[in-house]
Every structure is written in structure tokens, then in C-alpha cells.
């Protein structure tokens, strides 16, 4: 049965490419996403344990539903290097319709036997 559950935007960084790539791979081969984009590396600026921080971090978009976030939020905080990962769903309010279902196919728990 195909997830009917609203489609998410999960964001987070990441230290590195090789980093971003292990987690994407893992993420989609587990079908809790069904695709993850990672962007060009950025420069972040952020307060940690009272100093201002700047550090360059690998962005990864993550596509996903609501009844996969909870696992998908457990395989990154088990996977990411950081000690307080940014973990960030955005609901996505409209989109291509077949699109949305392919994201939902995707990440549909297979059948167990």
C-alpha cells in the first residue's frame, strides 16, 4: 500500500562530501528517502557552546513523508558526525502530483514475508 501521509523537505549539514554522500546513500537504500539532493558546500555561521562558530558545511534536501520521519530522523541522528545535527522538516504544501506519489512509492516499507 502506497503512503497517502504529506510529503517533507528535511534538511540538514553536513561536515563534508564523503559524509553527505554515505548518509544520502543510506537514507535512499533504506527507502526512507526517496531521492536527497546534496548542494554545493556553504559557509555557516552559528553560536556552540558559547562562541560564534564558522565553518564550511555540505547542505543536504531530503525528500520524504510524514509517516517515514521518525525513522528517517533516527538513521540520521545514528549516522551524523554532529553532536546537535540540524534536523529540519518543511512540509510541502503543493507539488507536480505525480511527483508526490513517486515520493510516497519510494519510500513505502516493502512487504514483509
Given amino acids: 500500500m502506497i503512503d497517502t501521509s504529506p510529503t517533507l523537505l528535511v534538511i540538514t549539514n553536513l561536515p563534508d562530501g564523503y559524509s ?3 548518509l544520502a546513500g543510506a537514507l535512499v537504500e533504506a ?4 531521492c536527497v ?3 554545493a558546500p556553504c559557509r555557516s ?3 556552540w557552546q558559547g562562541k560564534t562558530e564558522n565553518a564550511e558545511e555540505v547542505p543536504v534536501l531530503i525528500k520524504t513523508t510524514a509517516a517515514r520521519y521518525a525513522a528517517l530522523e533516527a538513521a ?5 558526525p554532529y553532536e546537535l545535527p540540524e ?3 518543511v512540509p510541502i504544501a503543493h507539488g ?3 511527483y508526490l506519489a513517486w515520493v510516497a512509492a ?3 516499507e516493502p512487504p514483509t514475508c
Avoid at 540520521?76 to 551524523?80: E, K, L
Fill in 96 to 98: 507536480l502530483p505525480d
Fill in 31 to 34: 527507502r526512507l528517502a526517496a
Fill in 106 to 108: 519510494e519510500t513505502t
Fill in 20 to 22: 553527505a554522500h554515505a
Fill in 37 to 39: 539532493n546534496i548542494l
Fill in 87 to 89: 534536523i529540519v522538516a
Fill in 76 to 80: 540520521i541522528r545514528a549516522r551524523h
Fill in 45 to 47: 555561521v552559528y553560536r
